[in-house]
């Protein structure tokens, strides 16, 4: 392990980090909220120490496995931990704890909350706040589709071959290639999204806050209200689409943008997500329709809107689901444990690993009938290599392992069953909103201070597809 | 498919469950409590039915892959049809769902009850309830040893070569061979229990159904308060006792009978389930002791007696534990998850299951850093073959699959959400009491009609191993 080279590499993220803090900069200067100092000040100290972690690691940065999987972890953190400085700075969040629980739900792309009173934030703050999705959803596109798939994380080395960019020789030069590329199409999303917010009536200023929390599936509003706020048909109609946008394999929108717009209907993974949520809005809707007293019209859009937004870990609400049925709150709990597609910034387990899952178990069914038949596990045409399935396997096992060890120590901390499991299951799976204490309407301001470190941890680990941030707890990983 | 050679062998199992219910019928007779006619009629119409069925097939019976899993599948749901006969002419339980429900739980050694007093039951029904257990253990240890490996369900297959018997060639010798050696066994700790019990100050008529109940990881009691009701700290420990031996593979037991005591500390699935159970105690009996006004004495009394009880699936009681914290309950949710040994009377998952995916588990991290590595997950010394990982793993998500998919049914049907979860964990991991609604002093009678033959069909589904009863669901199972 050369930490050198994590240091150095680090640097340059705090340096862009503090860059990207100019523009709630200016919304501060603008709105005049005072809270503009609060920002310049962690612009400075974030830049300076990520000028002395640069310069003080002069190196030739070699990027190996190693190497790569710490750059990410600690680079998420380390972000984390210097993008808290606005909120502890100002004093909106005096508790340092409170305020790396809500930048890492940022940059998580998880959308959890401890603000009881959100509205009440100066707009410079507020806008930080959702350009921490933002940018958290530019380092998981890249993450997902041209890191993961090298370092063999979860089944993703099945994209090794799908993502745009130069053939896959070197790991800096493909990254560098592929992430120009996506960076490109998140670029135009969000500029769509914008425009077609701000035309739906939002200010400038809240048509990019909840853009941001669209495109990364991420959740922050900039209302208490949540998208409940808008009462309006068209937004949320705008924000299901992206949603659904943000929720699909980017190098399919960039092959479309290319003109190759049958790539949609080809990718199998893309058909299942959207089957999937079709299914369970037609589950949905109908317990919605018996469970609460609104119209068949309203049950629909109410379903539409919470499903997608679970299903694609985004957490935006414009209905609680609390007050739906058992069988339908159940529904919202299992659909923690979806996710996007592989390559979106949806979070959770993700499509296509379920995919591969449900297959593996057909598949041992008709085994069972014919023992000494060879029968792979087939994606369209192609067959899945046994090491992917089983790769997937461990990562679903792990996923469970961290969610049932989650759930006891949040119990344990005093919270009740359903607060406990959903509260891990909503940050494990960069979700946002869970049930009980910490559901659509409530915060994790209540949860307690260990909680609170815990539940940041299972949002990185979530964030990160879980290997990522195991490996580095592996003694050997450290051997020179 | 030969559906002859299936209903002559259900016709033969009819026969011995009529032979079977001589044994309530004579203490019918001895107690007076006016159910004797009730079960002489149930052993006319089971002995019939099974004659007619036997000689109505005349046939060679050749036992295949395919008749196999049928037999068990049906063969198990008659035997609870039939079993059900003597509450419904009685008229103790009047709802033939109910009776079903309940004879249902005894041959699956679940002990979920949908009666609400079970005091107020002739001697004679109270007798044949426990016996259901009885028989349904003598089933499953066969079932798992010698019938389950050479059908390939599970992972399974591993215990080809352990069991005792004859070499294995065919199946028919093989399972005469095994069953023989194992009933053995199985009469042997139900002796000895029964014995001690006896000692304990029990009736010979509590102590024959309290072991019943503990050998075959039932969980039906004569009495309302469960083993509370006794309130003796020996008879809790025989109990105990039995309830760890019960959950232990029973081809141990019958190599330490022969003198080899050493085989208990070679095995390594004996060794995981020891030792999770020790830690599942110094867990749960501090929660205990934090969170209800308990003696430290009785703290660890209680948790013993209930993470026992819980983990080799027998469901038996001495303490509510939904007055435990919410940590407490959680741990016992989990642990109905787990399940006793392979070829041991417990349900569940299995510890060699829950040990292999997380040898899996492990084994993918350290393959992340050694990319080319060949890295086999092992067992022992013993090098286990991916196919059974693979297998082992479907299993798991094939259980996770039925015990999300009842949830959701089960909270349709209006129950609340944990009562939704836990009645379904309880049921497909055939332990019986769950949380909520259907806790250790709750029962299953509040359930609608609907909820309980699905949970009959969960017993079913977790106590045949999941794959024996999908099978039949297969179109291609039953093509010639």
């Known amino acids: 392990m050369n930490l050198k080279t994590v240091i150095h590499i680090i640097g ?3 340096f862009f980090e503090a860059v990207s803090m100019f523009a709630p900069l200016a919304f501060a200067f603008y709105y005049q909220d005072g809270d503009a100092w609060a920002i310049a000040a962690s612009i400075l100290i974030t830049m300076l120490t990520g000028l002395i972690f640069y310069a003080s690691t002069k190196t030739k940065p070699e990027l190996r496995v190693r190497e790569g999987f710490a750059i990410v972890v600690f680079g998420w953190a380390t972000m984390a931990a210097f993008g808290a400085l606005p909120f502890v700075l100002y004093g909106a969040v005096p508790s340092y704890t409170d305020a790396f629980f809500e ?5 998580t792309t998880t959308g959890a909350s401890i603000l009881t009173n959100i509205e009440v934030l100066p707009h410079g703050l507020l806008f930080w706040r959702s350009e921490t999705h933002w940018l958290g959803g530019m380092g998981i596109i890249v993450l997902s589709l041209a890191i993961l798939p090298f370092l063999g994380v979860g ?35 969000t500029f769509a999204e914008t425009l077609l917010l701000m035309f739906g009536g939002m200010s400038l200023f809240d048509a990019l806050c909840h853009t ?3 495109v990364a599936t991420g959740g922050f509003s900039t209302k208490n209200a949540s998208i409940a706020h808008f009462d309006s048909f068209y937004i949320e109609g705008i924000i299901i ?4 946008i943000a ?12 003109g190759e717009w049958k790539s949609y209907h080809k990718d199998r993974e893309f058909r299942f997500y959207f089957l999937f949520i079709l299914t369970c809005l037609l589950i949905t809707a109908p317990i919605i329709y018996f469970s609460v007293n609104y119209s068949v019209v309203d049950s629909i859009r109410s379903a539409a809107f ?66 000494n038949a060879y029968i792979p596990v087939r994606l369209g045409g192609r067959v899945i290599s046994p090491d992917v399935i089983t790769n997937i396997l461990a990562f679903f096992i792990l996923y469970m392992l961290i969610f049932v060890g989650g759930s006891f120590c949040m119990a344990l901390m005093g919270l009740d069953l359903i607060t406990a499991i959903a509260s891990v299951a909503a940050t494990l799976g960069n979700i946002g909103p869970g049930l009980a204490d910490v559901g659509p309407t409530d915060n994790y301001a209540a949860i307690p201070l260990a909680g609170k470190w815990l539940l940041s941890l299972f949002m990185l680990l979530g964030r990160l597809e879980i290997y990522t941030v195991i ?4 003694p050997e990983f450290w051997k020179k």
Chains 1, 2 share one sequence.
């Open 12 to 14: 340059i993220l705090l």
């Open 103 to 107: 930048t890492m739900s940022g940059f």
């Open 155 to 189: 089944g993703m080395q099945l994209f090794k071959a799908e993502v745009p960019g130069p053939s896959p020789d070197k790991l800096k030069p493909r990254i560098k290639e592929t992430a120009k590329i996506l960076w490109g199409v998140y670029l135009v999303v």
């Open 212 to 214: 941001f929390g669209t």
């Open 241 to 244: 689409l992206f949603m659904l």
């Open 247 to 258: 929720g699909t394999n980017f190098s399919l929108h960039y092959r479309a943008l290319k």
């Open 306 to 371: 919470q499903v997608v937004s679970i299903v694609t870990t985004t957490g935006y609400a414009t209905d609680d689901f609390e007050i739906w049925s058992s069988s339908g709150q159940f529904v919202m709990l299992i659909l923690m444990f979806i996710g996007g597609c592989a390559g979106s910034t949806g979070g959770s387990i993700k499509i296509i690993r379920i995919m591969l899952l449900l297959k593996h178990g057909v598949t041992e069914i008709k085994k069972l009938l014919h023992p």
């Open 471 to 474: 490996i580095l707890f592996v």
